[in-house]
């Protein structure tokens, strides 16, 4: 190795997360010792990484040290020794590094975040989820609407098995919501190694990355997998009905200009997203206004005027919280209109840039990155399932529904009072009376320390109407102002919406679902609708966690299984059972009506005007995985040569 390269390393790993570079050194050494006494990290906690391990500088050393030999090593074409590992020895590494007992069910999921392959398990029973050495047949085709996330992940999966396709895409770009959105502030709450595709690793500059490096990352996976020359941009999909006799979807699509015509394919995948369908407020008087009046949604991209100018920030959610700190230096005056506090908890790493050092380890070992990737995806997946469960015999408080739920909102409690310690005068209006995770849980990027600057102020009220010159709140006062934001959300509980769907034997999506009540099985899958796939459908979001894009790719993984056994059995069409449709969506509301989003008082998007949780997945993210693991031909009516046939 060249003594510059040598150097690289050595600044990589006193950047390095130390719990991380133990378990690679097993695999790279293989003397288990690495994590085993002295070198036991401390138990990680909350959303933090645990870089130092909690290792004294001694021990650290010794780690550094000797990744730094073995890795010399790699690098000169030594291989792993040991390359792959039982699934007890895989999760046992797992907990240990996180200080966590993690169950011996979820070495699947380890095993597919580590991309190894089973252990000890002959390759011709292992399930695939991919179409090969499968004759397609013949013409058959696939449509997709939507470029975002959902349609790039399904159109890589598809053309990998050689199946031919085509998007529909409204804008000029792939990316969707990340191409959408540009208000000040905007980016993700989710690690940036957590929010991209197992398939297409990136160089990520941050720990949480913006909006336009998400973007420029989905950007890429369409340049590189070729996505873009198969979309057809600034075309609208209008309707999609069934044709039942031909066994076919078409598809009306309309451009900027007008135009329309219809488009033709087997398979129908909806990647429309959900946040896509900004939620304004019905307010009397919103046409007065005589300054800007902008739903985040619809934020500029060239920017908009507000420097010195007074600004209403109506809401206080997810966009309010990234939008606000952004712009708080710049106005005269910011008011944060604010119906109902959130629950926030502490965020380590926000706006922190990733050392080049830490980014150059991360690219050029693998195996360090996807070590660290699956460590981050338990803090933000299943170690949260049991703080959302009702105990019935939890007498504490309407505040919390178990033990757990009462640490964490004790220890949000004290961490909202030690940021607002210079102005105790706010925490009465921005302390929760709800238990955590009632709503979407925030991350604090600022925002307790912007509600204390002095050109800031924050009223726990909702605004009935607007003059042209500001706002009227419920109480009758007003607010001037020169601009207003409306960070007021998505309608996240219309799927597909406006965009119609016509099954077979009559069936309409939109008379279906009774409006908001979408239902699908999976969330991918609904009776009526043959060879009709929805991703990113109802019921999929987890509440407790967990990555959107691992959502996705599992939805994705479901459906190539089916149409590989498809293929393999000359089956020209799929439409999930009745009974099966009915008894997977009765677990879902069953599980819900047990959870935190069910609970008196709790107030959510989640929920539809029925005051159904249709947004929200109640099953644990393992579960899902084993669930979307392969599709059982058995749940579906099936065609075959125009006949219709049961599995």
């Known amino acids: 190795m060249s003594q510059s390269l040598e150097n690289r390393l050595g600044a990589a790993l006193e950047a390095a997360n130390l719990p991380t570079l133990a378990c690679i050194l097993v695999h790279l050494t293989g003397d288990w010792r690495w994590i085993e006494g002295q070198y036991q990290p401390s138990r990680t906690r909350g959303l933090d990484d645990n870089d130092s391990g909690g290792f004294d500088d001694e021990v650290a050393q010794e780690i550094k040290v000797a990744a730094k030999t073995a890795l010399i090593e790699w690098f000169e074409g030594k291989p792993l020794a040991l390359p792959n590992l039982p699934d007890e020895a895989l999760v046992r590494m797992m907990g240990i590094s996180l200080g966590e007992k993690i169950p011996i069910e979820y070495a699947a999921m380890v095993r597919g975040e580590l991309q190894l392959p089973p252990w000890n398990v002959d390759s011709d029973t ?7 050495g499968v004759a397609l047949p013949h013409d058959f085709s696939a449509l997709i609407v939507g470029a975002g996330i ?5 159109a890589v999966s598809l053309s990998a098995a050689g199946i031919p396709y085509t998007i529909v895409e409204r804008n000029d770009c792939v990316g969707g919501v990340w191409s959408e959105n540009c208000y000040p502030g905007a980016g993700c709450d989710v690690p940036s190694y957590l929010y991209s595709f197992s398939f297409s690793a990136y160089d ?38 069934y044709d039942e006799g031909r066994e076919i979807w078409a598809v009306e699509v309309e451009d900027r200009e007008g135009s329309r015509e219809t488009l033709r394919a087997n398979i129908l995948i909806s990647a429309v997203g959900a946040f896509n369908k900004p939620h304004t407020p019905n307010i009397p008087g919103l046409d007065r206004f005589t300054g800007p009046s902008i739903h985040t949604a619809h934020y500029p991209r060239e920017g908009l005027a507000i420097d010195g100018k007074r600004v209403v920030l109506i809401g206080n959610g997810a966009s309010a919280m990234q939008v ?37 380890l991360l690219r050029e070992v693998p195996l360090y990155r996807l070590w660290y990737r699956l460590r981050l995806s338990w803090a933000f997946n299943d170690k949260l399932y049991e703080a959302l469960q009702q105990d019935p015999d939890w007498s ?43 709503k979407r849980m925030l991350l604090d990027n600022g925002w307790f320390a912007m509600l204390a600057h002095d050109n800031v102020s924050l009223v726990p009220k909702g605004v009935s109407r607007v003059t042209e010159n500001g706002v009227v709140l419920d109480d009758e006062s007003t607010v001037e102002a020169d601009v207003l934001i409306w960070a007021t959300g998505f309608d996240v509980v219309n799927f597909i919406a406006p965009m119609k769907i016509e099954g077979r034997a009559g069936h309409t999506l939109d008379r279906d679902w009774n409006g908001d009540d979408a239902r699908a099985y999976l969330g991918t899958v609904v009776p009526g609708y043959p060879n ?4 990113y459908g109802p019921n999929t979001q987890f509440g407790h ?14 459906l190539m299984s089916l149409l590989e056994q498809m293929f393999e059995q000359e089956i020209t069409s799929a439409e999930v059972k009745q009974s099966v449709f009915d008894e997977y969506n009765q677990k879902v509301d069953e599980l819900h009506e047990a959870m935190v989003w069910t609970y008196p008082g709790v107030e ?8 159904r949780v249709v947004v929200n997945n109640p099953f644990r993210v393992l579960q899902f995985w084993e669930m979307t693991e392969r599709a059982d031909l058995n749940d579906y009516e099936l065609s075959k040569a125009s006949h219709r046939v049961e599995a």
Request: hydrophobic share 40%; aromatic share 12%.
């Open 532 to 535: 009709f796939f929805c991703l």
């Open 126 to 132: 292992q399930c695939s989820a991919r179409v090969e």
């Open 150 to 154: 959902s349609g790039l992940c399904a």
């Open 604 to 611: 959510t998007y989640y929920k539809n005007s029925k005051g």
């Open 545 to 558: 966690g967990g990555s959107l894009i691992t959502i996705l790719e599992r939805q994705t993984h479901y």
């Open 204 to 241: 990520w500059s941050r720990f949480f990355a913006q909006r336009s490096e998400i973007h420029q990352y989905l950007e890429k996976v369409g340049r590189e997998f070729n996505v873009v020359n198969h979309v057809r941009f600034g075309c609208e999909a209008i309707k999609a009905s």
């Open 324 to 360: 606000g700190p952004a712009i708080a230096d710049r106005v005269s005056q910011l008011t944060v209109v604010q119906r109902t506090p959130q629950w926030i908890a502490p965020f380590p790493k926000f706006g922190k840039a990733i050392p080049e050092a830490l980014r150059w």
């Open 396 to 438: 504490s408080s309407s505040k919390s529904i178990n033990a757990v739920n009462d640490n964490h909102r004790i220890a949000l409690t004290e961490y909202l009072r030690r940021e607002l310690a210079a102005v105790p005068d706010l925490i009465p209006n921005v302390l929760p009376d709800y238990p955590p995770f009632g």
